[in-house]
């Protein structure tokens, strides 16, 4: 049976040793939030998504870059 398939018992790999949040997507704690918009760029700040700000000058919800 070939177990470097994927298909073989589970192993070692049980808790602890994923991705991290997001399924391993995050895009860490640094970086800047665009507007869409009209290309203003702000700093991020940690533990606030970009989604929930809004743009200074225009008033767009903001992106992550």
Request: hydrophobic letters at 15%.
């Given at each position: ?21 997001m399924g391993g997507r995050g895009l860490g704690p640094g970086g800047y939030c ?32």
């Open positions: 049976m070939p177990w470097g398939d994927g298909t073989g018992p589970p192993g070692p790999r049980g808790r602890g040793m994923g991705r991290g949040r665009i507007c869409p918009s009209c290309g203003t760029r702000i700093p991020h700040k940690p533990g606030v998504p970009c989604y929930t700000l809004t743009c200074p000058k225009c008033g767009t919800r903001m992106v992550r870059e």
